[in-house]
């Protein structure tokens, strides 16, 4: 479940910046499954890959971070 909510974010940050799949996953260094994988939830992303997507869309891990379901 937590897996999922940063995959829709990153998703969602991704198309805002305009990048394609192909194009944001060649910038990160890793393959479109990969990508795929971690932006429909069947995989959690590294602190180290979350900083490399922070760094290329221009945004703070806080902005990326979901936010917690009780508040």
């Not at 479109?32 to 069947?42: A, C, D, F, K, Q």
Request: zero cysteines; proline letters at 4%.
């Amino acid at each position: 479940m937590e897996a999922e909510k940063w995959g829709r974010r990153i998703r969602a940050f991704r198309k805002l910046k305009g990048y394609t799949q192909e194009s944001f996953a060649r910038q990160l260094g890793v393959s479109v499954s990969i990508l795929g994988e971690i932006e429909r939830g069947n995989r959690m992303p590294a602190l180290d890959f979350l900083e490399r997507i922070v760094r290329l869309l221009n945004i703070t891990i806080e902005d990326l971070t979901p936010p917690e379901e009780n508040e």
